[in-house]
């Protein structure tokens, strides 16, 4: 089976950092993904990791430790357009699941 | 920039009918999937799809639903006798090797009455 947990909702203001923690537990693991998702539209890549570690991407970071079954995405200088659903995402080789979702809502 | 693409973006049916969501991935990626958003609920895995055949299915697939790939360059989701409770967002993805991220199509949105 798999179990993947995320918070529900954060909230933050315009210019700030929100880390988004996951927990996972999952049947085979190759590596982690975050997407973002906007109300009514597709997921959206933002970021990959496979080694234990911080992988760094503009204003967008995660980190991952396979031992601890334990991933973050920090999202910094947050902008209004950062309003979204983030989506973190254990896979295997043949399946990418998707935790629930954590809702970000930027204030200005 | 390659994208995936899905037809029809809405579709409405009648209970029981059969429906057939057609996607079209990154022409060469070689791993497929679809999933499903039932409105203000998470992205739900279906079926991954590989090397012509499915690699892995979830207990939401069963024996109502089915994949093809029957061209080369379609996949296709198809629903025997749809139920109320398949109205949801279907979503089709596509990714070129195992550890790359996967490009999701814009989704259809079933409706069924």
Redesign the interface.
């Known amino acids: 089976g798999q179990n993947i947990d995320q918070p529900t909702e954060m909230t933050a203001t315009e210019g700030a950092i929100v880390q988004i923690n996951c927990t996972y537990q999952t049947s085979g693991f ?2 982690l ?1 975050w997407y973002q ?1 906007h109300a009514g ?5 933002l970021s ?1 990791n ?1 080694l234990d570690g911080l992988e760094e991407k503009g204003r967008f970071s995660s980190f991952l430790s396979r031992s601890k079954g334990y991933s973050y995405l920090l999202l910094k200088e947050l902008q209004m357009k950062d309003s979204a659903s983030y ?1 973190c995402a254990p896979h295997n ?9 954590t809702t970000v809502t930027v204030r200005a | 920039e390659p994208e995936v693409t899905q037809t029809p973006s809405h579709q409405v049916t009648q209970m029981g009918q059969e429906v057939i969501l057609r996607c079209v991935p990154i022409s060469n990626h070689l ?1 497929f ?1 679809w ?1 499903r958003q039932i409105l203000g ?5 279906l079926v ?1 799809f ?1 090397n012509n055949e499915i ?2 299915k979830s207990e939401i697939f069963d024996d109502q639903f089915s994949v093809e790939r029957p061209d080369g360059s379609n996949f296709t989701l198809k629903i025997r006798s749809t139920k109320l409770e398949d109205s949801a967002m279907y ?1 089709c ?1 596509s990714k070129i090797q ?2 790359t ?7 259809t949105r079933l409706t069924v009455v």
Request: cysteine-free; glycine content about 12%.
């Open positions: 190759n590596g993904f998702q539209e597709a997921p959206t890549f990959y496979v989506l080789d043949y399946k990418l699941s998707f935790g629930a979702g | 791993y999937y999933y609920q998470k992205v739900e895995f991954s590989y690699s892995e979503f993805a195992a550890n991220e996967a490009f999701f199509g814009q989704g």
